[in-house]
């Protein structure tokens, strides 16, 4: 295009930023083809408190980008693990309503089989997917200004921008952001917003079969999720993941004495990872499963004599 017509430039509105489908279309993910991979990121242990700041950027890089948009809302998510039965419809929706590729996920249910206080077993189903954070590490560690708040304080990704760097991933506390194979860049939960600002339900609260996800401003008093969550913490039934990691996550959820959060929360991804399609085994459903050490099936051998064979 001659330089005389070249159209001044903008920033992408939000149905822009999250539109996959039309960018994958286009071709453009070639012009990332040749920059760093998530393999190309230092790897370090995640800090057992805290977040991976060591990746964080300087903060007059990120700081126009926490901030979001003065729209006077604030969205927010209650997930209630007592109604989850591990249907994965949450999931197929939002494959389908996002393009996600196979082997790859932008929410995932966690199995976990754990024992309640009268001996019993039970099976905990946890929907889990990105938490939305206050002070959001991702758009800290994001050196091309991809990650950003958007509508309501979601975390968003600009694909116009991204290059897949993948600093985005190691910092995430949650593993929830995975790097898409073809566009070589970080894809996560917007929370549906080219929905939402049609006045719908993200995908996967639109398909929940047993209301277990919940969706909403939490700035409007009135709301579903307003009035759920203040009694759910009335009732002391309210929990948040890895708060010792102070990411202010929008996201709750609903437990119980007989499966608090911690009974389940060694099982999800952290810093580095992703959801992963080894969490739907069997062998990952157990109480001491590290997240995503595969368990060698019984008719494997391995290095227990006592165990070999069995």
């Known amino acids: 295009m001659p330089e005389d017509n ?3 430039e903008a920033e992408p509105d939000h149905a822009d930023a999250v539109d996959r489908r039309r960018f994958l279309k286009t071709g453009l993910a070639a012009a990332a083809g040749g920059l760093a991979s998530a393999d190309a990121v230092a790897q370090q242990p995640p800090p057992a408190d805290g977040v991976r ?4 950027m300087p903060e007059e890089h990120w700081r126009e980008r926490m901030t979001a ?60 997917s990105c938490q939305h954070c206050e002070d959001a590490p991702c758009i800290k560690a994001c050196p091309c200004g ?28 949650y593993g929830a952001i995975y790097i898409d194979p073809v566009a070589n860049q970080a894809v996560k939960c917007h929370n549906c917003t080219h929905r939402v600002d049609e006045h719908m339900d993200p995908a996967c609260v639109a398909t929940c079969p047993s209301d277990a996800l919940t969706f909403g401003d939490l700035n409007d008093h009135d709301s579903k999720i307003s009035r759920m969550k203040a009694e759910l913490e009335s009732e002391g039934a309210l929990e948040q993941l890895r708060a010792q990691k102070d990411t202010k996550p929008r996201a709750w959820y609903a437990t119980s004495a007989d499966h608090p959060a911690a009974s389940f929360e060694s099982k999800l991804p952290g810093e580095g990872q992703s959801y992963h399609p080894d969490a739907y085994s069997v062998y990952e459903w157990q109480q001491t499963t590290p997240p995503h050490d595969r368990v060698p099936h019984p008719g494997e051998s391995n290095d227990d004599p006592e165990t070999e064979g069995r």
């Open 53 to 56: 700041s060591d990746l964080f």
């Open 146 to 173: 991809a990650l950003h708040k958007g509508a309501g304080g979601s975390v968003q990704v600009s694909y116009d921008k991204c290059s897949g760097h993948a600093s985005c991933k190691d910092a995430c506390p």
């Open 69 to 128: 948009p003065d729209d006077g809302k604030a969205y927010g998510w209650i997930v209630d693990t007592r109604k989850c039965f591990g249907c994965h419809a949450c999931e197929v929706a939002c494959k389908s309503e996002n393009d996600v590729p196979l082997g790859n996920f932008i929410r995932q249910t966690i199995y976990h089989d754990t024992q309640r206080a009268n001996g019993s077993q039970a099976r905990i189903m946890v929907p889990m």
């Open 6 to 8: 070249k159209p001044d």
